[in-house]
């Protein structure tokens, strides 16, 4: 608040500057007051950084809490003769780590039909009658008339097609075209039992170029064919390129004929750079939380960097942070033979380059990954276990949701709660630096009248003088005379 500036005419004297300085030093509790308010705020950044870094360690900790991290497998395709990719194989979580002899002798085929090249798709094709289309029990019959051109014959098996689907319920399992001024069919699916088969009683398709006199397929592009493979010695035979059922979670997709070996074998990447990203989100949590609690304050800070140094030294939040994530890490786990196992049997140990004083984590790869090849179901378990506790605890430190206490309403989360009471005293103190504030304007005001008043009776007083002593002067002069 500005100084007033009130001086007195009547007295000389500065009222003011004294108004401002009785003022001012009972604003000076307000310095205290704002260096306290300020200190919460700064703490209650602070805070938010911790829970910033928790956050951080929860997300780290979901692709540990899933199974299949640990069970992923993966295909190495051998090719022993025909090209590099003649098949692809892709293996789920629970395929079974071995080895299969696959030989393709056949793919699957589409049937693929069409009628003789016409000079022009859109002249008339001369031929009225009607024919009808099948695969299987979907069929659709055309009805042409001399005016007909390809492409309306093409147009008209369209529309029947939608028709038909739309009664059935069903997508139709071929399509008709004009290539290159031919009518083509074609099956939508592979398989032998997907064969085009077509009824000409008018001798339209016939006329078309589609059928030969003796009624069968004039340009048969492509036969209707199974693919088949021979598996580990045994013949087998499906209507798709698409092969999901032989072994589980084993799914073949052929494209030429080929022949392989094929190994199934765990795959440990995903697990490994999973176990990476949650030591390095669990070393940063804990590099904040050592460094909070005992980096020493600055006695004149000259920044707001320095300002927040050692506010949380030997914050008790803290402290209880780095206990709680240090015994998640260390106890054993329980599998499901009654066997124990600790992270430091899986390669995860405290760091011991500091002695273990930092709490860190290290990681010894190959010792992971001997567990892994081992028996990654026991692995799968105890990292299971484990990232869910870890990630429990990180979910208490910042959970965001209301619970009941005592009658009142509490964030679940230690650091959101703490940031809530900080953020509830820091307002008490506005309100009361802003009644004080109050109080002290009404003083002010009431200061100022008074001085007021005063300069306006010590004017009267001033103006009294002056007339007595005129008075006494002319009494005196008239005597004289």
Known sequence: MADMQVTGVSSGIDWGSIIDELINSKRAIENQWRSEQQKL??????????????????SSLDPLSREATFLNKSAEVNVVSGPEDF????????ASIDRYEIEVLQVAKEHRVASDRQDDPGAPLGVSGSFSVSIGSFSVTITVDANDSLSDVEAKIAEQISKVSEEKGVASPFKAEVIDNRLVLSSEKTGADYSITVSD????????????????????????????LKVDGLTVERASNTI???????KFEVKYQGKATIDIVLDAEEAVSSVKSM??????ALDWINIRMTEEPVSDPQSDIERRWGLLRGDSLLWGA?????????KPRSYEDGSLATLASLGIETDSSDYGKSGKLAFDESKF???MLESPEKVKSVMNAFAKELQAYADGMVSESSQSV???????????NKIDQLERQARAISQRIDELEARLAMEQASLEAMYADMETRLAELTQMTSYLGFLNYYNSSGSSE
């Open 369 to 371: 990954m001997k567990a």
């Open 322 to 330: 780095k206990q709680n994530m240090r015994y998640i890490i260390s």
């Open 244 to 250: 999901d059922d032989l072994f589980d979670g084993v």
């Open 201 to 228: 009683p008018d001798g339209v398709l016939k006329a078309m170029g589609l059928l030969d006199d003796t009624g069968a397929y004039k340009n048969e592009l492509q036969e209707a064919s199974n693919a088949m």
């Open 279 to 284: 030591i390095e989100a669990y070393n940063a």
């Open 87 to 94: 098949i692809s194989v892709d293996a789920q979580s629970d």
């Open 41 to 58: 705020e700064d703490k209650e950044s602070l805070y938010k950084e911790l829970a910033t870094y928790f956050k951080d360690l929860r």
């Open 406 to 416: 005592g009658g009142t309403t509490a964030k679940k989360g230690k650091i959101p």
